[in-house]
């Protein structure tokens, strides 16, 4: 039986390095690709050369994804049962003084990497048995979070589009999920946090998330458990982590205002 394998984008750190050590672990192929190249030389030494492999990738770059795709087939032997689209970039603050290269940046990464990363798949993931088309969206794309205006809209149009391709992929066999994270520890929600805070992730992060709940704080081995769990359910399109995040989708489907307040609250509520 061949090898399956996984093509992860933003795969030198956080949620999609811990991803791939999750399908190294079951005997998978994996892919690590990330615009951050001294990440990825870091990551490649803990693993075996013969199952993982490693490329610098801006998933902006049409071409750059397309000669990345080559060196995947050439690796995993002309399979690709996940495509897992992870890379993404967060910056917050007003919309009104976010500087548009900001927000073109946003929109290149977010979700244009994610349309440009799709495309250069879809031969490899018709050309494979129950493939599944897997992109990170957030908890964000539930209702939009004031500060992250950018961010909330490349988010959503992430979950539309999973929404739409798993209509317009279904007929090649290629299966479409995403994952919703809420406040998953990794380096870019810590530099974020910290950043916004000014101060250390510990004192201005910890101290404001609650201990239940849609925005614990949880961490990024949960992102590698519901993309596993995505390749074997081949029902479910959203993947809530933690599940939680998924009751605003539902309380906003009868009330959209009370959807709203729980968010405020989250958001603004006294430190």
């Known amino acids: 039986m061949p090898h399956r394998a996984i093509f992860i984008t933003g795969g030198a750190g956080g949620m999609g390095l811990e991803t791939g ?9 994996v892919g690590l690709f990330d615009v951050d190249q001294a990440a990825l030389q870091a ?15 801006d998933v902006t770059d049409e071409s750059d994804f397309a000669a990345a795709m080559e060196a995947f087939s050439d690796f995993s032997d002309g399979r690709m049962d996940i495509l897992f689209n992870n890379a993404g970039i967060a910056p917050g603050g007003l919309l009104e003084e976010m500087p548009t290269q900001t927000i073109r940046a946003v929109i290149d990464v977010n979700i244009l990497g994610v349309i ?13 048995d129950n493939a599944l088309c897997m992109s990170t969206s957030s908890s964000v794309a539930t209702f ?31 299966r479409t ?6 406040c998953i520890d990794t380096p870019m929600l810590r530099a974020e946090s910290a950043k916004g805070a000014g101060r250390p992730f510990q004192l201005s992060m910890l101290d404001r998330l609650p201990k239940q709940g849609a925005y614990r704080l949880m961490p990024a081995t949960a992102i590698a458990e519901a993309v596993w769990a995505a390749y074997h359910d081949s ?7 933690p599940e939680e995040v998924g009751d605003t989708d539902k309380i906003k489907a009868t009330d959209i205002q009370a959807a709203r307040s729980e968010i405020k609250d989250f958001l603004f509520r006294p430190r």
């Open 21 to 29: 050590r999750l399908f190294l672990k079951a005997g998978w192929r």
């Open 43 to 57: 990551a490649e030494k803990e693993f075996d050369a013969g199952q993982v492999m490693t490329r610098a990738l």
């Open 235 to 241: 029902d479910q399109i959203h993947f809530y982590v």
């Open 177 to 182: 999920a995403d994952v919703l994270p809420g």
């Open 116 to 128: 440009h990363g799709i495309r250069a798949a879809l031969p490899l993931m018709k050309a494979t």
């Open 144 to 174: 939009g979070h004031a500060m992250r205006a950018v961010y909330t809209a490349s988010k959503f149009a992430v979950k539309g589009l999973t929404e739409a391709l798993s209509l317009e992929l279904e007929s090649y066999g290629i």
